[in-house]
């Protein structure tokens, strides 16, 4: 049964992986579990998961490292989505569908930028790379917006919105963009019930509540972008920094506490932003020892930077936070 994507806060998890560049999935199963039981969703094999490094088997193993690790500790519900774009049409659709025998719940695709002088300029070629991976694989579908690997191609709220008219089978958005703009135009055309009944969905919208879920891209946005609309953030921070990371519910009880940390988590996002990954990776092998490696031709932080990273003021605050808040559970 196909089921609406759902809200929350999505860690893009890293692949980690040792001095020779073969994966270490003991890492990441310690990893994966560490995330899911603080509450957030898991997304593997991303950008940040070094997609573009890995041959399919070790997306393969990747995705089924994930589910492994949450059947050990009974999660046998939590969604996983896994990364599906490749520089073609037909590798991206091969790709959905080895994902979803490995284990995975819906694929994100976005539209690779190696063509994209001569695909700028045609929409239909752009929205059809997304619907016909969908259509093909038969897997609910995340579009991905993020213009700075896609060679410059920007996903504007009104193609988004025609790749959804397009398929029943498309679920949400990632918004690398931080268009808060955006986010209201998408949602406020597909909240309409008018809309919902012209483009219905794969999935029982009245019975679950979820037609479509925008999720913005950066995570020092997500109360202004809840505010828009989205249903959440896919963000690297809350690898590291899962209970600061809150999802701020406007009206609750804890909403203004929440926002404290939220003014918290947007500093160290926009420092976060600046690092990388490999700054995310350096800090989880800095805080839980999974290791730093990267695929070349990518290279670890050199030493001035690392101390930078970890001497951070911002980075310093969020964890004194982070475990100031573990102490009081």
């Known amino acids: 049964m196909v089921l609406p994507l759902p809200k929350g806060i999505y860690p893009?998890?890293?692949?980690?992986?040792?001095?020779?560049?073969?994966?270490?999935?003991?890492?990441?199963?310690a990893h994966v579990k560490r995330t899911v039981l603080a509450g957030t969703i898991l997304v593997v094999a991303g950008s940040a998961g070094e997609a573009a490094h890995l041959t399919h088997a070790e997306r393969m193993s990747i995705i089924k490292a994930a589910r492994a690790a949450l059947d050990s500790v009974h999660l046998f519900c939590v969604t996983i989505i896994a990364d599906s774009g490749a520089r073609s049409?037909?590798?991206?659709?091969?790709?959905?569908?080895?994902?979803?025998?490995?284990?995975?719940?819906?694929?994100?695709?976005?539209?690779?930028?190696?063509?994209?002088?001569?695909?700028?300029?045609?929409?239909?070629?752009?929205?059809?790379?997304?619907?016909?991976?969908?259509?093909?694989?038969l897997m609910p579908l995340v579009v991905y917006n993020f213009s700075s690997?896609?060679?410059?191609?920007?996903?504007?709220?009104?193609?988004?919105?025609?790749i959804i008219k397009?398929?029943?089978?498309?679920?949400?958005?990632?918004?690398t963009c931080a268009t808060e703009g955006k986010i209201t135009r998408i949602t406020a055309t597909v909240d309409d019930s008018k809309f919902q009944a012209r483009y219905p969905r794969k999935w029982n919208v009245e019975?679950?509540?979820?037609?479509?879920?925008?999720?913005?891209?950066?995570?020092?946005i997500l109360t202004p972008s809840i505010a828009s609309g989205a249903a959440g953030a896919i963000s690297g921070l809350p690898n590291f920094t899962l209970l600061a990371s809150s999802f701020p519910t406007p009206g609750s009880e804890k909403y203004m506490e929440s926002r404290r940390l939220q003014d918290l988590v947007a500093q160290m996002d926009g420092y976060a932003q600046r690092m990388g990954f490999a700054g995310t990776k350096?800090?989880?092998?800095?805080?839980?020892?999974?290791?730093?490696?990267?695929?070349?031709?990518?290279?670890?932080?050199?030493?001035?930077?690392?101390r930078c990273i970890?001497?951070?003021?911002?980075?310093?605050?969020?964890?004194?936070?982070?475990r100031r808040l573990e102490n009081e559970i």
Request: glycine content about 6%; aromatic content about 12%; proline content about 3%.
């Open 89 to 137: 049409t037909r590798e991206s659709i091969s790709l959905a569908k080895e994902v979803s025998e490995a284990g995975t719940d819906f694929v994100m695709a976005i539209f690779l930028g190696f063509y994209s002088s001569i695909l700028s300029a045609d929409r239909e070629a752009v929205k059809s790379f997304f619907v016909d991976i969908t259509e093909a694989s």
């Open 207 to 220: 019975q679950e509540w979820r037609f479509f879920q925008v999720s913005d891209g950066y995570i020092d």
């Open 282 to 306: 350096l800090i989880l092998h800095h805080l839980f020892g999974y290791g730093e490696a990267l695929g070349r031709p990518l290279m670890q932080a050199p030493e001035e930077q690392r």
């Open 149 to 162: 690997v896609s060679g410059g191609i920007h996903l504007v709220s009104e193609m988004i919105i025609d």
């Open 310 to 322: 970890l001497g951070n003021e911002w980075y310093i605050k969020i964890m004194t936070q982070e």
């Open 166 to 175: 397009a398929s029943p089978n498309v679920a949400g958005a990632k918004l």
């Open 12 to 29: 893009p998890l890293p692949a980690f992986s040792d001095s020779n560049e073969d994966l270490n999935l003991k890492s990441f199963q």
